[in-house]
């Protein structure tokens, strides 16, 4: 059963075990021992103890003159605990092995667990002074350190509960039936330690207790009797497989992986449900004599059947077969056999006169009844009988139709195999009813020779459940047929098979079907199924050969690899004990190799505290919630950039809202900027002498070769990060805010074409890198090309892997580039250091004599553009700790340059009050002193060009759509703008 635990308050029980030994030193003497389960006691059947730990003997406080023994390290717990007084004085120290070989009396009188060993002191390694006493009570069938324990030294192995959480009704005191877990039981079994004085103390204890999530019983701790497979017969070859797998995180595959491979176990196979894949082991009820079946074939092959032998007929020609329509239940047009099908049911009977027919079944449709009696009269069977189970298919409102019209009602196999006509039905439910025919006739009859007398549809739908056929091999049958199944008069002969069918007429190996089939036993016995299911562990291991059908299908696939080993899995770290291992696990004990390559192993995600993610503590975080604010791409792209695969996750949703408002928002942004000013058709063969163009082109080149590396590494984490560091620093940051004057006031033609064309390559290859990552969003950003550039596939996940363009690296030239963004850092820091806004123009910036740029004029005039200075030069040798210097002197010419930008920028924002588009043209007014208006003159043209104004002029009065009042130190200018 699946365990939901709760926080519960349970009673502990600290209990005396009187020691019985002809020794003086331990008369009056017991043992103290705490327990959180009491109602294991009735099973107690040993103590333990350490042997590395110190004993001491303290006085019984509610017994004068009697002592009891508890560890000395656990005295001090006892004490704090007031399980025994503060100022208890203990005896000389000894050691735990002193104790080993101690008997003490018995609570309960169990005759099933009086034994030789039974009832003394036993040496033990899970005893610790942690807690309890240091005296650890052992209840062989109710703990696992319990048990294996009593396996070392031969401890009775049995129950005093029954598996529905009674006691055992032999057991005194009045205990015997009832429920465990009921607090009126425990009482009444307090009330008894009570009595007998072995009870020294009860406390309450505050624990965490598994309960069943279906019903909320609580769940005990149980042995049972279970089908183990050898694991430990093949632990090196698990080892050596290991070997062969790339695990991510690598410390996994030695570690915590490599450490659980060591452990020295075998599997726990079976489990007592009722659902789940059946362990196909028959025992015989009389000698015990268990055999495995390997296929469904074997064991319809031993299967016990009824022994009857199965001709299955079709009818002979009736009018319907030659008039071309469908005739069934209700007939209604008369539908008897012809004069060719009376002669072919007389050829038939004359052949089945050799077969000894002892009874007939027929349909109870007209031709199948004139068969049948045909027959029988030629044969002198006075035993015929009709079943409504053995009519033609129902065909429903098509009934007595051309039959070309009704086979034109279904398009494909499959829809007649589980589709129907209106009022009909399928060829799947003429299989159900032919499959309850038949074991209605398996039931009735033994060792008979029986002759069905049907239809084509039902003839071949009864011979597939005979068969025991699939449904896909029922498919594959219809699609490859010889020829109608039988044709009019002819006949089949079966021999009675039992096979585990479901209501459906399919071969189901699940309970109960399976469970209903016998097997004859050599000693004369019967073999019935054994009631365990397997591990559903099992299920997920036996994936890659369970789904290919292996080894009875498919064998190829897995013996020359083709389908064998997967090449990556991926799941949490919980799965280093569940699914990773038992996919090795039964890929291993196949013989074979290990059955995956990779294996990508995932930390859990906590709460933004750390904390596991929990209802009681009310910090769950509903995925479909966060989809539903930020999109699925948002949170893939979070999980794969924020760390490592291994490293848990401390959700936190203003991560989340950084990473769509970052790196998803950047990506979108950057294809609405070539999306607005994209007029024409773009072409994807940029051939731009611009060196930024081709800076941006090298840099996607190397960032192909670097995610298509780190996804070859499995290394999720770089290859995202790094498409996220090309796309927010290298292609938006710098790339497209360089060139955005480009889009919209460009140079020339060429200039234009140039920056489209280079961006488009930029967007399409980023959409083919990110696929992988958000689906979604590259999918969208791919069909918003389609409308600019010429995309054959319908897709962007239809597309191949982006390939490296050797024409388009150029690693020297991105060295020059990084040289200029450090450059422009460096004289922008510099700047911000001066208290120079970015806008005011400055002379000069100086660079040293080695730098790269000084071969490189167009990069030279990047960072004049992106520093804002006049002039950019280069020196023999710069201030010391300096790479570069900024003049920061601001002359009146650049003072009045620097108003007309920022000018320029007041006027962009009225654009953007209007929600103007870039195409749009504004008329500009503008009225203030002399000398602000002067530099308006003087700017006129550039501020034209940079706002997108057909005039700017000076007016006396301003009018406009949007109107501000701008200050320039004491003085004031007024801007209207509208649109032109």
């Known amino acids: 059963m699946a365990l939901g635990y709760k926080s519960v308050v349970d009673t502990s029980v600290y209990i005396r075990f009187k020691i019985q030994s002809q020794d003086p030193k331990w008369k009056s003497v017991a043992f103290l021992s705490w327990t959180t389960t009491p109602w294991t006691l009735p099973g107690n059947v040993a103590l333990a103890v350490s042997l590395t730990m110190q004993y001491v003997r303290v006085p019984d406080p509610e017994k004068k003159g009697s002592w009891v023994v508890v560890g000395q390290d656990s005295l001090a717990f006892l004490i704090k605990r007031g399980v025994v007084p503060k100022d208890t004085r203990p005896s000389t120290a000894f050691s735990g092995k002193d104790l080993i070989g101690l ?42 350190d319990d048990y294996k324990l009593g396996k070392k030294i031969g401890l009775p192995a049995m129950h005093t509960v029954t598996d529905s959480g009674h006691f055992i009704p032999s057991l005194g005191g009045g205990l015997g ?66 070997e062969t797998i790339d695990w991510v995180p690598g410390h996994l595959k030695k570690g915590r992986f490599g450490e659980w491979l060591k452990e020295e176990k075998d599997w726990a196979f079976s489990r007592e449900r009722y659902w789940g894949t059946t362990l196909p082991l028959w025992r015989c009820q009389a000698c015990g004599d268990t055999i495995a079946i390997s296929s469904i074939e074997e064991l319809a092959d031993r299967a016990l059947n009824s022994g009857n032998r199965y001709i299955v007929m079709r009818h002979g020609e009736a009018e319907s077969n030659v008039a071309g329509f469908v005739s069934s239940w209700p007939e209604t047009r008369p539908n ?182 016998k097997i004859r036993c050599s000693c004369g016995g019967v073999k019935t199924r054994i009631p365990e299911v397997a591990d559903v562990w099992f299920d997920s291991g036996a994936m890659p050969f369970a789904s290919l059908h292996y080894p009875f299908e498919h064998r190829e696939e897995i013996e020359k690899k083709r389908f064998f080993p997967a090449d990556y899995i991926s799941e949490a770290i919980d799965q280093t004990r569940g699914w990773f291992y038992t996919l090795l696990a039964v890929s291993t004990l196949l013989g074979k190799s290990a059955p995956f390559k990779h294996v990508i192993s995932l930390g859990h995600v906590l709460d933004k505290n750390g904390q596991k993610m929990s209802k009681s503590k009310g910090n769950i975080v509903s995925p479909w919630a966060m989809i539903d604010r930020y999109g699925a791409d948002a949170i893939r792209w979070y999980f794969y950039t924020v760390n490592a695969p291994g490293d848990t996750k401390k959700f936190d949703e203003k991560d989340l809202a950084g990473k769509a ?88 033609r060429r200039d234009k074409d140039d920056v489209m064309q280079t961006t488009a390559v930029v967007l399409l290859q980023v959409a083919e890198l990110s696929a992988p990552f958000i689906p979604f969003m590259s999918e969208s950003l791919y069909q918003g090309l389609k409308d600019f550039v010429a995309l054959d596939e319908a897709s962007v996940h239809l597309r191949s892997w982006p390939e490296l363009l050797k024409k388009s690296q150029n690693l020297r030239l991105e060295v020059a580039m990084d040289e200029a963004r450090k450059a422009s850092a460096e004289a922008l820091r510099a700047r911000a250091e001066a208290g120079v806004k970015v806008r005011q123009p400055l002379a000069l910036l100086t660079l040293s004599k080695k730098s790269p740029l000084k071969r ?26 300096k790479s570069v210097m900024l003049d920061t002197i601001i002359t009146e010419e650049l003072r009045r340059e620097g108003i007309a930008r920022e000018l320029v920028r007041h006027i962009q924002e009225l654009r953007r009050g209007l929600d103007l588009k870039p195409q749009q043209f504004i008329q500009v007014l503008v009225s203030g002193p002399e000398r602000l208006t002067s530099i308006v003159k003087k700017w006129e043209k550039q501020i034209r060009r940079d706002v997108g104004a057909k005039t700017v002029r000076i007016a006396k009065k301003v009018r406009g759509q949007s109107i501000e009042e701008i200050p320039f130190g004491k003085e004031k200018i007024l801007v209207g703008i509208r649109r032109a």
């Not at 790094?722 to 710098?734: C, G, M, P, R």
């Not at 990069?859 to 710069?878: M, R, S, T, Y």
């Open 103 to 144: 008997s003490y009396i018995p609570l309960f009188d169990v005759p099933g667990l009086a034994a030789t060993p039974s009832y003394q002191v036993y040496p033990a390694d899970f005893v610790t002074a942690e807690d309890g006493t240091g005296v650890v009570h052992t209840a062989v069938m109710y703990g696992d």
């Open 177 to 242: 039936g009832k429920y465990v877990k009921a607090r009126e039981t425990e009482a009444l079994l307090l009330q008894l330690l009570q009595r007998m004085g072995a009870l020294f103390r009860e406390e309450a204890y505050e624990h965490d207790y598994p309960f069943c999530w279906r019903c909320d019983t609580p769940i005990l701790y149980y042995a049972r009797t279970s089908w183990w497979v050898k694991v430990n017969a093949v632990r090196k070859d698990l080892l050596k497989n290991n």
């Open 336 to 517: 008897t056999l012809t004069a060719k099908g009376k002669s072919e049911v007389a050829a038939a009977a004359a052949a089945l006169k050799l077969h000894q027919v002892d009874l007939i079944y027929a349909s109870d449709l007209l031709r199948t009844k004139e068969s049948a009696d045909a027959i029988a009269e030629a044969l002198g069977i006075k035993d015929v009988r009709t079943d409504p189970r053995l009519r033609e298919l129902d065909t429903g409102s098509y009934n007595g139709r051309p039959a070309k019209e009704y086979r034109g009602f279904f398009k494909t196999v499959r829809e007649k195999l589980e589709s129907s006509v209106p009022g009909g039905e399928s060829l799947f439910q003429v299989r159900a009813r032919m499959s309850d025919f038949y074991r209605f006739l398996e039931g009735e009859h033994r060792g008979k020779t029986i002759l069905i007398v049907t239809h084509a549809d039902p003839a071949w739908m009864i011979s597939t459940v005979l068969r025991g056929l699939s449904d896909s091999a029922v498919e594959v049958e219809w699609k490859h047929p010889v020829g109608e199944y039988l044709t009019p008069g002819m006949y089949q002969i079966h021999e009675s098979r039992t096979y585990p069918l479901n209501p459906k007429g399919e071969v189901d190996l699940h309970r109960p079907y399976i469970d209903q089939v």
């Open 661 to 748: 408002r970052g790196f998803l928002n950047t990506l979108w942004n950057s294809y609405l900027l070539f999306a607005t000013y994209a007029k024409n058709r773009v072409s994807l063969k940029s051939a731009s002498k611009r060196l930024v163009d081709q800076w941006i082109l090298a840099r996607l080149q190397t960032t192909t070769k670097l995610v298509t590396s780190a996804l070859d590494s499995y290394d999720i984490v770089t290859a995202a990060r790094t498409i996220e560091s090309f796309v927010v620093d290298d292609f938006s940051n710098w790339y497209l805010r360089r060139s955005r004057r480009r889009f919209q006031r460009p140079e020339s």
């Open 856 to 881: 490189f004029g167009e990069l030279q005039k990047l960072v004049i553009g992106e520093v804002n200075v006049k002039n950019l030069d280069f020196a023999p040798k710069l201030p010391k700790g």
